[in-house]
T-cell receptor, first 110, second 115 residues
């Protein structure tokens, strides 16, 4: 099993600012996934992050808005850039092809 | 395109009773995986159970079982002996067993367990 932690657990941010979310796993994993869950909605994959290569973004998500880093096999960051109220969501990282999720970061943009 | 459908926005069940949450899927892939997750109000996603498309037997994990009917493309979750702590949102998801390994989620079912 994998234990995943995320920081911050929640944040309230102002429009136009950026927030970096960290995802730490207690074991080495090849693929890390970042999901977004808008209020009252289901989860949508933002991108897949592999160590040593550029992240692969899903349709509707771009690197300028959601830059991702993957410096090693246990850590990744997702930045939400130039935020607007529409970015208010829960952001979750996942590993082991969906079996494990982090506790999520609840973001509110004012 | 792959799709997951959960037709029950909300369900009620009495404590200690069994409940079935429906999930149908659409895919042209032969190899895929089906997941169920529980999401309490805290927002975390808790993995409950997994069924592979080639698994001949229905998956079971404690009080959770997955009623897998491949020909009907359905993967219903059965929760036996419901507990108050089972009240949460439940999501069905499918994973493409290809290069991407991404999950496609249904819209979820909100389960309320009544005493």
């Amino acid at each position: 099993s994998a234990v995943i932690s995320q920081k911050p657990s929640r944040d309230i941010c102002q429009r136009g600012t950026s927030l970096t979310i960290q995802c730490q796993v207690d074991s080495q994993v090849t693929m890390m996934f970042w999901y977004r869950q808008q209020p009252g909605q289901s989860l949508t994959l933002i991108a897949t992050a592999n160590q040593g290569s550029e992240a692969t973004y899903e349709s509707g998500f771009v690197i300028d808005k959601f830059p991702i880093s993957r410096p090693n096999l246990t850590f990744s960051t997702l930045t939400v850039s130039n935020m607007s109220p529409e970015d208010s969501s829960i952001y979750l990282c996942s590993v082991e092809r969906g079996r494990f999720f982090g506790p999520g970061t609840r973001l509110t943009v004012l | 395109a792959q799709k997951i459908t959960q037709t029950q926005p909300g369900m009620f069940v009495q404590e200690k009773e069994a409940v079935t949450l429906d999930c149908t899927y659409d895919t042209s892939d032969q190899s895929y995986g089906l997941f169920w997750y529980k999401q309490p109000s805290s927002g975390e996603m808790i993995f409950l159970i997994y069924q592979g498309s080639y698994d001949e037997q229905n998956a079971t994990e404690g009080r959770y079982s997955l009623n897998f009917q491949k020909a009907r493309k359905s993967a219903n979750l059965v929760i036996s002996a419901s507990q108050l702590g089972d009240s949460a949102m439940y999501f069905c998801a499918m994973r493409e067993n290809g290069a991407t390994n991404k999950l496609i989620f249904g819209t979820g079912t909100l389960l309320a367990v009544q005493p």
